[in-house]
T-cell receptor
């Protein structure tokens, strides 16, 4: 069975601070996909990034960066120079590769509050 | 390209009633999945439809059902509503191909309140 753990329930930072959101996953599959979604107060889940299990290259997109390490089953997300607009709940998710088993398994989410 | 749309956005029902929620996927997307989000259980998978066939189902009672139409639009139905069914119901669509999994894009959700 798959499992995603986001141990940080809530993080509060002051604007311009860097913040890292942790994600640890469990799966028996050799091919799988990892995702991060952002959920602002409006409720819609906004896709941020997708990573394939065979691609451990870290990725940077503007102020966002992701660190994928298969050896520790972690897929952490860092926001550099945080802004108030980054305040939201962030979810890490995992899905399998086989058709019919691609449902997303979500972590419990980390609520990020960025204070001005 | 328009995103995933869900109607209605808000719904209030009473126990014992039934409800139907609608989801229109992104144009060209053939797979539609439904998720339930509650404060206690978090985000949980309900079911997935692809080419009008239910391809995967989560661990929910039979009161929860769904269907997909030939234009990929999907509906989910909850019969005999219980207080615990109060939740945000999110629909997601993906391009989906036989040989690879594609990213799921979510709609704004339908917030259901059961009184």
């Amino acid at each position: 069975a798959q499992k995603v753990t986001q141990a940080q329930t809530e993080i509060s930072v002051v604007e311009k601070e860097d913040v890292t959101l942790d994600c640890v996953y469990e799966t028996r599959d050799t091919t799988y996909y990892l995702f991060w979604y952002k959920q602002p107060p409006s409720g819609e889940l906004v896709f941020l990034i997708r990573r394939n299990s065979f691609d451990e290259q870290n990725e940077i997109s503007g102020r966002y960066s992701w660190n994928f390490q298969k050896s520790t089953s972690s897929f952490n997300f860092t926001i550099t120079a945080s802004q108030v607009v980054d305040s939201a709940v962030y979810f890490c998710a995992l899905s399998e590769a086989e058709m019919g088993r691609r449902a997303l398994t979500f972590g419990s989410g980390t609520r990020l509050q960025v204070q001005p | 390209k328009a995103g995933v749309t869900q109607t209605p956005r808000y719904l209030i029902k009473t126990r014992g009633q039934q409800v139907t929620l609608s989801c229109s996927p992104i144009s060209g997307h053939r797979s539609v999945s439904w998720y339930q989000q509650t404060p206690g259980q978090g985000l949980q998978f309900l079911f997935e439809y692809f080419s009008e066939t239910q391809r995967n189902k989560g661990n929910f009672p039979g009161r929860f059902s769904g269907r997909q139409f030939s234009n990929s639009r999907s509906e989910m139905n909850v019969s005999t509503l219980e207080l615990g069914d109060s939740a945000l119901y999110l629909c997601a669509s993906s391009l989906e191909q036989i040989t690879r999994s594609d990213t799921q894009y979510f709609g704004p959700g339908t917030r259901l309140t059961v009184l």
